[in-house]
């Protein structure tokens, strides 16, 4: 089970945040809008995750862009994590810690990873096969949520 990856360590068994960032109070979904940017930071970590400059998730969220240079510790990557695992975390952080509905990720929630979660591991293979350092590019995924 992911929990074996020590998220609640850094960040907080609520994701009320500590070392790593606050997951809760929707706090994820302002960083990630959409939850394939999510998983490409979780999968390269602040190391290959952010852009050359160091930002990392929404460039356009109120203050702009998070930067790595703001972490009290390096997220680390998790390049191993089964993609249909990778896919119940994430939507365990954006529903379950962050608040988040099937609504603000109508391609990437529960009921459409209950119905069908091989498609979700499929996209969480995409944006695994993705280079690092340029978390722009899963905005050009099949499965990446409109902005």
């Known amino acids: 089970a992911y929990t074996t990856l020590g998220c609640s360590g850094c960040h907080g068994a609520d994701g009320g945040g ?3 960032a606050k997951l809760s109070n929707g706090e994820v979904i302002k960083t990630f809008p959409d939850p394939l940017q999510q998983v490409y930071w979780i999968h390269n970590g602040a190391t290959n995750g952010a852009r050359p400059d160091g930002t990392y998730g929404d460039a356009a969220r109120k203050g702009g862009a998070q930067n790595v240079s703001t972490l009290a510790g390096v997220m680390p990557g998790f390049p191993d994590v089964p993609p249909e695992e990778m896919a119940a975390l994430i939507i365990y ?3 379950g810690l962050s608040g988040g509905t099937a609504a603000d990720d109508p391609k990437f929630n529960a009921e459409t990873y209950a119905a069908d979660p091989a498609a979700l591991a499929k996209m969480i293979e995409d944006v695994a096969a993705l280079k690092p350092n ?3 590019s899963v905005s050009a995924l099949d ?3 409109e902005s």
């Open 143 to 145: 499965g990446a949520e």
């Open 18 to 20: 500590g070392t790593g």
């Open 93 to 95: 952080i954006r529903e």
């Open 134 to 136: 340029d978390p722009d």
